[in-house]
Protein backbone atom coordinates (compact mmCIF):
# COMPACT_ATOMS: atom_id res chain seq x y z
CA UNK A 1 0.00 0.00 0.00
CA UNK A 2 3.19 2.06 1.05
CA UNK A 3 3.88 1.77 -2.99
CA UNK A 4 0.79 2.83 -4.36
CA UNK A 5 0.85 5.82 -1.94
CA UNK A 6 4.38 6.43 -3.22
CA UNK A 7 3.95 6.07 -6.98
CA UNK A 8 0.74 8.27 -7.16
CA UNK A 9 2.46 11.33 -5.28
CA UNK A 10 5.79 10.85 -7.32
CA UNK A 11 3.61 11.13 -10.26
CA UNK A 12 0.66 13.11 -9.43
CA UNK A 13 2.51 16.19 -7.08
CA UNK A 14 3.79 17.98 -10.47
CA UNK A 15 0.61 17.89 -12.31
CA UNK A 16 -1.57 18.93 -9.61
CA UNK A 17 0.55 21.81 -8.40
CA UNK A 18 1.00 22.88 -12.40
CA UNK A 19 -2.71 23.59 -11.77
CA UNK A 20 -2.52 25.99 -9.14
CA UNK A 21 -2.97 23.19 -6.01
CA UNK A 22 -0.53 21.74 -3.64
CA UNK A 23 -1.20 18.49 -2.97
CA UNK A 24 -1.05 17.77 1.05
CA UNK A 25 -1.57 13.93 1.06
CA UNK A 26 -1.93 10.85 -0.70
CA UNK A 27 -3.28 7.85 1.03
CA UNK A 28 -4.53 4.60 0.03
CA UNK A 29 -7.00 2.30 2.55
CA UNK A 30 -9.74 0.28 3.05
CA UNK A 31 -13.17 2.23 3.04
CA UNK A 32 -16.63 1.04 3.05
CA UNK A 33 -15.51 -2.84 2.39
CA UNK A 34 -13.29 -1.38 -0.60
CA UNK A 35 -9.71 0.40 -0.97
CA UNK A 36 -9.91 4.26 -1.50
CA UNK A 37 -7.00 6.25 -3.32
CA UNK A 38 -7.45 9.64 -1.71
CA UNK A 39 -6.00 12.51 -3.03
CA UNK A 40 -5.72 15.79 0.02
CA UNK A 41 -5.36 19.07 -1.76
CA UNK A 42 -5.04 22.64 -0.86
CA UNK A 43 -4.73 26.28 -2.14
CA UNK A 44 -4.64 29.74 -0.31
CA UNK A 45 -8.57 30.82 0.13
CA UNK A 46 -9.72 27.19 0.13
CA UNK A 47 -10.99 24.58 -1.51
CA UNK A 48 -14.26 24.04 -2.91
CA UNK A 49 -15.96 21.09 -4.56
CA UNK A 50 -15.48 22.32 -8.15
CA UNK A 51 -11.81 22.13 -7.06
CA UNK A 52 -11.74 18.58 -5.94
CA UNK A 53 -14.28 17.90 -9.30
CA UNK A 54 -11.52 19.53 -11.72
CA UNK A 55 -8.29 17.88 -10.00
CA UNK A 56 -10.29 14.30 -10.05
CA UNK A 57 -11.32 14.62 -14.06
CA UNK A 58 -7.55 15.94 -14.71
CA UNK A 59 -5.82 13.05 -12.68
CA UNK A 60 -8.45 9.93 -13.03
CA UNK A 61 -6.61 9.52 -16.83
CA UNK A 62 -3.33 9.30 -15.89
CA UNK A 63 -4.21 6.61 -12.99
CA UNK A 64 -5.46 4.42 -15.51
CA UNK A 65 -2.79 4.77 -17.73
CA UNK A 66 -0.28 4.23 -14.31
CA UNK A 67 -2.38 1.57 -12.68
CA UNK A 68 -0.33 1.89 -9.35
CA UNK A 69 -2.60 -0.56 -7.83
CA UNK A 70 -1.85 -3.21 -10.34
CA UNK A 71 -5.58 -3.69 -11.94
CA UNK A 72 -6.94 -3.74 -8.50
CA UNK A 73 -10.17 -2.05 -7.60
CA UNK A 74 -10.40 1.39 -5.72
CA UNK A 75 -11.93 4.63 -5.48
CA UNK A 76 -11.12 7.96 -6.41
CA UNK A 77 -11.04 10.83 -3.64
CA UNK A 78 -9.76 14.18 -4.08
CA UNK A 79 -10.57 16.41 -1.27
CA UNK A 80 -9.60 19.31 1.26
CA UNK A 81 -7.87 18.79 3.77
CA UNK A 82 -10.75 20.72 6.58
CA UNK A 83 -10.37 23.21 8.69
CA UNK A 84 -9.64 20.83 11.76
CA UNK A 85 -6.65 18.87 10.05
CA UNK A 86 -3.02 18.94 11.62
CA UNK A 87 -0.53 21.21 10.38
CA UNK A 88 1.89 19.04 9.20
CA UNK A 89 4.52 20.77 6.48
CA UNK A 90 6.53 24.19 7.07
CA UNK A 91 4.17 25.79 4.24
CA UNK A 92 1.21 25.25 6.64
CA UNK A 93 3.41 26.35 9.44
CA UNK A 94 3.94 29.33 7.27
CA UNK A 95 0.56 30.35 6.48
CA UNK A 96 0.04 30.12 10.02
CA UNK A 97 1.56 32.25 11.69
CA UNK A 98 -0.36 34.49 13.83
CA UNK A 99 -2.65 32.18 14.42
CA UNK A 100 -3.86 30.35 17.42
CA UNK A 101 -2.69 26.88 17.88
CA UNK A 102 -3.22 23.79 19.54
CA UNK A 103 -0.15 22.00 19.78
CA UNK A 104 -0.28 17.84 21.42
CA UNK A 105 2.86 16.33 22.80
CA UNK A 106 3.59 12.73 22.92
CA UNK A 107 4.91 13.18 26.53
CA UNK A 108 4.22 15.65 29.22
CA UNK A 109 6.44 18.94 29.02
CA UNK A 110 5.84 21.20 31.69
CA UNK A 111 3.54 18.58 33.24
CA UNK A 112 0.94 19.15 30.22
CA UNK A 113 0.69 17.30 27.25
CA UNK A 114 -1.80 20.65 25.33
CA UNK A 115 -0.63 24.04 25.25
CA UNK A 116 -2.56 26.36 23.21
CA UNK A 117 -1.03 29.77 21.51
CA UNK A 118 -0.11 32.24 18.97
CA UNK A 119 1.93 30.20 16.49
CA UNK A 120 4.61 32.68 16.52
CA UNK A 121 7.73 30.85 14.68
CA UNK A 122 9.22 27.76 13.78
CA UNK A 123 12.12 25.67 11.78
CA UNK A 124 13.52 22.25 11.07
CA UNK A 125 13.67 21.83 15.15
CA UNK A 126 11.12 23.31 16.70
CA UNK A 127 7.92 25.16 16.85
CA UNK A 128 7.46 28.58 19.21
CA UNK A 129 3.71 29.91 20.74
CA UNK A 130 3.00 32.66 22.83
CA UNK A 131 0.52 32.42 25.21
CA UNK A 132 -1.24 34.85 27.31
CA UNK A 133 1.59 34.13 29.78
CA UNK A 134 4.52 32.98 28.22
CA UNK A 135 6.46 32.29 24.89
CA UNK A 136 7.14 28.40 24.55
CA UNK A 137 9.56 26.60 22.26
CA UNK A 138 8.44 23.20 21.51
CA UNK A 139 10.87 20.21 19.87
CA UNK A 140 9.22 19.23 16.78
CA UNK A 141 10.43 15.20 17.33
CA UNK A 142 7.93 15.93 20.77
CA UNK A 143 4.94 17.20 18.73
CA UNK A 144 2.40 15.08 18.12
CA UNK A 145 -0.31 17.20 16.48
CA UNK A 146 -0.79 20.67 15.80
CA UNK A 147 -4.25 22.22 15.00
CA UNK A 148 -5.63 25.19 14.65
CA UNK A 149 -8.07 26.39 17.52
CA UNK A 150 -11.56 27.15 15.33
CA UNK A 151 -13.85 29.43 16.92
CA UNK A 152 -17.44 30.16 16.02
Not at 54 to 70: A, G
Request: proline share 4%.
Amino acid sequence: MAKVKQICEEKLRPVIEEMGYELVEVSYEKENGGMSLIFTIDKDGGVTVDDCEIVNKKIDPILDEMNPTDDKPYTLVVSSPGLDRPLKTDRDLSRNIGNEVDVTLFAKFDGKKLFTGVLESFDEKSVTIKTDKERINLDRDKIASIKLVIKF
